[in-house]
């Protein structure tokens, strides 16, 4: 090939320019420290760092700052907890000095100041917060655990419980003695037999002092007079039976009833068959028929006839209301109360009595719902409603006296007895029994068929009460008046229940849960029993207060006054009776709460070993993190940074091709032919 | 027996031969840094010799001096120029995708999408899922989220900017051939007319045309061909004229002899837009005789089919599809006094089944109008409606249905021997060009808007129910559109096709039961008995409203010009994405948990929002997750980028090659024209002393012989 002098310098700068290009890119990487400077240069590596720096990225939010957040939230709680615990371990102690010594009046007042300054205590550790937010309240971190001030707001709750939260009360009646004092003592007579206790099972709810229907009391006083207008009216039209509706017992009448409600019968008889047009033939063969019936079924035989006479539109003149029927012998209110044999003109009563039937309706009564044993669905039993109203529950308050709601339930074995001045269910023993048979069913593995619901309401909270929608599904009025409600916690009464878990991001796909929740260890029945303690120490103290009282008296009385001294004597012995059964309680209630307590301080230190479990593995975690972030930032520099020496060293090789290139270019440019002829 | 001063004459061939090689060997000389010179050499040949009629034979006569040439082998020309388009085509093509890397590339120094969006979804989102319902904390995760939307708006704006750049350099560059085709057709003139003379070579003249053949052919593939003019009177003879014709873009006639063709650049109006994301005033390239110059040729080549795959590259993704019916629809038209008319447009339906023609998040046409092709004749439609119906077996059958532009802009009407006809919307062309890249983010941008706003609407922020955060800006007019649930063509599936069809056959069948009852009426029958009739035609009527409404049923969004509602997700483009404007003025909308009644730490509904960054059966993006998109979308820039280094450098490598093999033939050699100028002073010198010799010779013959 013929090279010209043009071939060589060209072919010369080509070479020089090739050395250029490399040099450039040695220089470009010694001093940005990178291997690649355009993504073109390595499409591979340039993809590849893309993705290792958004890992390192991912792992530093996760070191840096995830993993501390969640050392910092788990620390407050396990502090809270750790404080509930000591809290509690200190009511353990006064209980324990309260169920093993012999308590002076003095004592008993410090231990009672002590625990309702404890119980207090509690509930304010659950208020405990990081960073401006609740740590105990699951999802809910704006709303304290507790009531921070006394408010008004209506709250429907359902607990979720199982038969062990049935337990039994004793309950002490001290008839009038606490009304005695040095100016009554003479006319108060005090009959010793009336000093009583007894036992009934119930069901503590989680709070006291709850909703008592504000309407009940006036719709039941309603009710008792309208009963009391019929019963006169009737007792006017029938003079010779001479008693009271109320009281006819149908398993026992006499000649002269049996005869009287006959007559009453045939007088209805008459007047519906005179009646244009006719009532239904039916109704007036059975009102005939009416003694072939056995007794029992009296009740149930009227009632229907009434039901019938009722719908009849020809049966009644407009406006009246037929009541064929008599009262059962235990006042059970229905709407077969009636006159006998009566066309009752009294239209406004009918009226009222229905308009007082509807109201009772209207009241959201609190309710019971259970699955009974051989049930194959869940909660197909519900105890609903008042009695007035057809229900079951029958409304009475703390302060009711004859008889108290206590004895009452003791007494009808088929009675369930809300009291809601206590928060307490009482159950009959026939209740108590059925309630007993339930237990969960191992064919279905979602459900918890041993659950027993108590839904009721509650409208009035004091400071320190827990908020019920950290515990409970309910239903509750919205704050700003609007009237109207939220609903909390749905799927708790689903087989879907899921707990409110706060977990954070603390690796690849590693989270890890950073809040314990409060029913997890501030429970109400801490606070409930420290109630129980105090009240039952509370009514000892009383006691003991009509006992020195009444030492007083008697100190002061002239020995001579023979009548007086026995007065007192006899209150005196009523007292030290009473006093015996109030400190049995107080006595039974100090070690059910070394029971109770210790149980709480287990959960609580359940709670905290959890917390500490929490915090070891986060700590691995941690660790690990550590490692995978060195990984990565070693993975992204090895992608990515170059190795100085080697460039260095390509560098110095470089720069000597590129001189040696230059003086290869020097010397073919230098001289031609021409430079020699 | 010769003349005596024959010798004289001879010496005197030599001075002029040698003269004449000196001369050439010094124009040599001259010219050794000239570019494009070809070096020339004198050809001479002994002269006749003369017979003289001796015994020993003829007496040479000296020398002839032939013509001076150049040394050249054209050989060499045709594959430089060859070469030399490819050389151009991935010059523009590495330049500008170095641009385009550069807008893409995130390597921690400047903050392309991974660095946005990692700080959008790990960031921003792990401290809010710490603090769920903190408007601190959502306010953060909005300013990274507006970072994400600004972010697309820059790279779409560079994008735009570049596809301008690249659009005024194909003006630069038809310039140039227009200047260079006119220089040429002079060069051959002048040629012809210095040629045509005898046998004299233009040399210089066809150098330079060379060298103008060298530019032309980095802009545009070239086809040269030179024959020479045959003198019809005498087919022997040799004329010396000869016809240059240069074509150039697949054998389009560029010069021929001393004429040349002119091209035009013509900006297209906003009726002829061809992508969405195209911006206005976009080239097409005409002769000037109003013949189309067809820039989509597949032989075309050269810097400007670099320029053209950069401007208009879809990666072979034009919109394509078969006329399965055409029709008209009544338009509200606006008159110029405000009133509005009824006008009738045609339609055309076009059945498509291409993977991003179907799904219109892939989307990439025209929704201001534009031009459709129907079996080679072109119409401007004015909007578009994309439908979706289902078979027997629930296989979606997807359609598009333009509504043509008025008669003002079409000239020939629409007729029905277009159905079955191919329906094309601007040209394929398979390059990742800017509308590639601009499709690609809007394509991502849709889906990942669609996806995030669904799971944000789905949830719940205290008890206000959530909004979505990301938004399109409108262009035109002021405010944000509002995607409208009925226009989210992404969510069309079998069962809302059904459920809206069973709808509107109720509807067709109560109004034809109203209209079938008071045709009995009118007939003199009262209500009743009307409306007995009518209940023992119920079925009959039922079932004809069911034929009259299903075939025609389908679920569908419209775009384009005119179309006043119909909000949906198309109109979000990398260009108008943004956020929320109530999001942005009060980020405590932004839903944090899926149920109204959970607490407010309850980040439920934030797991599926990182689940959306991650995992791909939440967002598929090209197989990938949400977060993956710089991976797929930089592994074609990078790539790119890279063929078109390789190319470049290996294209101007071997350009190097065959130029140093022409210069190794044409090139002027110091050396060997240092050896010539001693030849061929030697040779005048020698001749010089010949003359001087017979001049001896004639005193001694003339002033001493026989004297």
Excluded at chain 1, 99 to 104: C, G, P, Q, R, V
Excluded at chain 2, 349 to 370: A, F, P, Q, W
Aim: proline share 2%; aromatic share 8%; charged share 25%.
């Amino acid at each position: 090939m013929r090279i010209t002098n043009r071939i060589m310098q060209r072919n010369n700068l080509s070479n020089i320019n090739t050395n250029k290009i490399y040099q450039d890119r040695l220089s470009n990487q010694m001093s940005s420290q990178k291997k690649i400077n355009r993504p073109s240069d390595d499409p591979v590596v340039a993809i590849r760092s893309l993705r290792l720096r958004s890992n390192v990225t991912e792992i530093t939010q996760y070191y840096s700052k995830n993993i501390l957040d969640a050392e910092s939230w788990l620390k407050v709680t396990e502090d809270a907890i750790s404080n509930l615990a000591q809290v509690i371990t200190t009511m353990l102690a006064r209980c324990d000095k309260g169920a093993n010594t012999y308590l002076e009046t003095k004592d008993r007042k410090i231990i009672l100041e002590e625990m309702q300054g404890l119980r207090d205590a509690v509930y304010s550790t659950g208020d405990a917060d990081y960073a401006g937010r609740y740590v105990f309240t699951g999802y809910r971190t704006d709303t304290s655990l507790s009531f921070l001030t006394a408010k008004k707001q209506n709250y429907t709750m359902t607990e979720q419980l199982d038969k062990g939260a049935i337990d039994s009360v004793s309950k002490v009646d001290v008839s009038n003695l606490l009304d005695i004092n040095s100016t009554n003592y003479m006319t108060m007579n005090v009959d010793e037999d009336n000093i009583s206790s007894v036992d009934v099972h119930r069901i503590r709810l989680a709070y006291s002092d709850c909703s008592d229907y504000g309407d009940f009391d006036k719709l039941k006083s309603e009710q008792n007079a309208l009963i009391e207008k019929n019963a006169s009216a009737i007792n006017q039209a029938n003079p010779p039976l001479g008693y009271q509706v109320g009281n006819v017992d149908l398993n026992n009448l006499s000649a002269d009833e049996e005869t009287a409600i006959k007559d009453a019968v045939n007088q209805v008889i008459t007047d519906l068959e005179n009646a244009n047009p006719p009532a239904d033939q039916e109704v007036i063969d059975r009102l005939k028929n009416w003694q072939d019936n056995p007794a029992e079924n009296l009740k149930d035989h009227f009632a229907e006839i009434n039901n019938k006479l009722n719908n009849d539109p020809n049966a009644v003149v407009d406006g009246n209301r037929v009541q064929v029927g008599v009262t059962p012998p235990d006042a059970q209110i229905s709407n077969d109360i009636a006159d006998i044999g009566k066309i009752v003109s009294t239209t406004a009563s009918a009226a009222d009595w229905d308009a007082n039937q509807a109201a009772f309706n209207d009241l959201a009564s609190p309710t019971i719902q259970f699955t009974s044993p051989g049930s194959a669905t869940f909660m197909d039993q519900k105890w609903g409603g008042f009695a007035e109203a057809g229900g079951y529950i029958t409304l009475m308050h703390s302060y009711e006296t004859s008889p108290n709601p206590y004895a009452y339930t003791a007494a009808n074995p088929d009675a369930i007895v809300y009291i809601p001045e206590t928060g307490e269910m009482l159950l009959g023993e026939n209740r108590y029994a059925e309630l007993m048979a339930t237990k969960d069913s191992a064919a279905t593995a979602t459900q918890d068929e041993g659950e027993i619901r108590v839904t009721y309401e509650k409208n009035n909270w004091k400071k320190g009460d827990l908020r019920p929608e950290h515990y409970f599904y309910c239903q509750a009025e919205k704050e700003d008046g609007s009237g109207e409600y939220v609903t909390y916690n749905e799927s708790y009464l689903t087989p879907e229940a899921e707990r409110q878990v706060i977990e954070y991001d603390v690796g690849y796909n590693q989270m890890i849960r950073i809040n314990s929740t409060a029913d997890e260890c501030f429970k109400h029945d801490v606070g409930r029993e420290v109630d129980d303690i105090v009240n039952a120490m509370q009514d000892v103290l009383d006691l003991e207060g009509v006992k020195a009282d009444l030492e007083n008296i008697k100190q002061s009385i002239q020995e001579t006054d023979t009548a007086a001294l026995a007065q007192v004597q006899k209150q005196l012995d009523a007292v030290e009776k009473a006093l015996t059964y109030a400190k049995d309680k107080e006595q039974k209630l100090f070690e059910g709460g070394l029971t109770n307590f210790q149980k709480n301080l287990d959960d609580a230190n359940v709670c905290v070993t959890d917390c500490g479990s929490r915090g070891s593995k986060l700590e691995l975690i941690k660790n690990r993190t550590q490692n995978q972030k060195t990984t990565y930032e070693t993975l992204k520099s090895e992608n990515e940074d170059v190795d100085i020496t080697e460039v260095a060293i390509e560098l110095s090789a470089a720069e000597l091709t590129y001189d040696a290139a230059l003086m290869a270019a020097g010397k073919v440019m230098q001289s031609t032919l021409l430079n020699f002829i | 027996m010769p003349s005596q001063f024959f010798g004289l004459n001879i010496a005197y061939t030599g001075l002029l031969a040698s003269n004449a090689a000196l001369n050439t060997t010094s124009n040599n000389i001259a010219n050794v840094q000239t570019e494009g010179y070809s070096r020339q050499q004198v050809t001479q040949q002994a002269a006749n010799a003369l017979r003289v009629f001796q015994t020993y034979g003829c007496a040479g006569a000296g020398v002839e001096t032939l013509a001076i040439e150049r040394i050249r082998d054209e050989f060499y020309d045709f594959r430089y120029w060859n070469n030399n388009g490819k050389v151009g085509e991935y010059g523009q093509k590495q330049y500008y995708m170095k641009q385009i890397e550069a807008y893409f590339d995130d390597n921690g120094k400047n903050a392309g999408f991974k660095t946005v969006f990692d700080q959008l979804m790990i960031t921003g989102l792990q401290e809010w899922m710490k603090h769920p319902d903190d408007t601190s904390f959502k306010k953060q995760f909005v300013g990274y989220a507006e970072s994400l939307t600004e972010y697309f708006n820059g790279l779409a704006g560079n994008l735009e900017k570049l596809q301008k750049d690249v659009n005024e350099e194909i003006k630069v560059t038809v310039d140039d051939i227009n200047s260079i085709a006119s220089e040429i057709a002079t060069l051959n003139k002048q040629i012809n007319t210095i040629e045509m003379t005898g046998s004299m070579k233009a040399n210089e003249l066809r150098d330079r045309r060379e060298l103008l053949l060298d530019r032309l052919s980095e802009y545009v593939d070239v086809e040269v061909k030179e024959t020479a003019v045959a003198d019809t009177n005498n087919m022997d003879r040799d004329t010396g004229g000869s016809r240059f014709i240069v074509k150039i873009a697949g054998g389009q006639v560029l010069v021929d002899g001393d004429n040349y063709n002119e091209l035009e650049c013509v900006s297209r109006t906003s009726d002829q837009k061809v992508n969405q994301t195209d911006i206005d005033g976009l080239y097409d390239v005409y002769w000037v005789n109003g013949s189309k110059f067809n820039l989509y040729n597949a032989a075309m080549g050269g810097a400007l089919k670099g320029l053209v795959d950069l401007r208009d590259g879809n990666n072979g993704e034009s919109f394509s599809g078969i006329v399965t019916e055409t029709g008209a629809v009544e338009v509200d038209k606006q008159n110029p006094d405000g009133t509005t008319s009824k006008v009738k447009h045609d339609t055309v339906t076009v059945e498509v089944g291409k993977h991003y023609l179907t799904d219109l998040n892939k989307c990439n046409l025209s929704d201001s109008g534009g031009m459709i092709n129907l079996g080679n004749k072109e119409f401007y439609y004015d909007s578009w409606t994309y439908s979706v119906s289902y078979d027997a077996n629930g296989e979606p059958v997807y359609s598009y249905t333009f509504t043509l532009s008025d008669s003002e802009l079409n000239k020939s009407k629409l007729t029905a021997d277009r159905v079955g006809k191919t329906a094309t919307v601007g040209t394929s062309i398979d390059y990742q060009g800017v509308p590639y890249y601009m499709a690609q983010m809007n394509e991502w941008i849709r889906t990942f808007s669609q996806k995030f706003n669904d799971i944000l609407g789905g949830g719940y922020s205290g008890d206000v129910p959530g909004i979505d955060l990301f938004a399109g800006d409108k262009m035109v007019t002021e405010g944000q559109y509002i995607f409208d649930k009925a226009y989210r063509y992404d969510q069309f599936s079998p069962e809302m096709y059904n459920e809206q069809l069973e709808a509107a056959i109720e509807n067709q069948f109560k109004a034809d039961r109203e209209a079938a009852k008071k045709a009995l009426m009118d007939q003199g029958k009262t209500e009743a008995e009307a409306e007995a009739e009518i209940v023992t035609q119920e079925p009959a009527l039922r079932q004809a409203a069911e034929a009259k409404v299903k075939p025609n049923f389908k679920l569908s969004v419209t775009v384009g010009k005119n179309v006043t509602d119909n909000d949906n997700y198309y109109l979000m483009t990398a260009k108008n994405f943004n956020i929320s404007s109530t999001v942005e003025n009060d980020p405590s909308r932004l839903a944090n948990k899926k149920k109204a009644e959970d607490g407010v730490a309850q980040d439920d509904l934030l797991q599926d929002i990182k689940d959306l960054a991650t995992d791909k059966n939440s967002m598929s993006f090209r197989g990938s997750s949400a977060s993956e998109f710089l991976q797929c979308i930089l592994g074609d820039v990078a790539l790119n980028t890279e063929r078109a280094e390789t190319f470049y450098s290996s294209f101007k490598d071997i350009a190097n090659t065959i130029d140093l093999q022409r210069i190794s033939i044409s090139g002027v050699d110091e050396d060997e024209e240092a050896v010539n100028l001693v030849r061929f002073q030697n040779g005048y010198n020698l001749a010089s002393k010949m003359i001087q010799t017979l001049t001896e010779i004639y005193d001694k013959l003339i002033l001493e012989t026989g004297v």
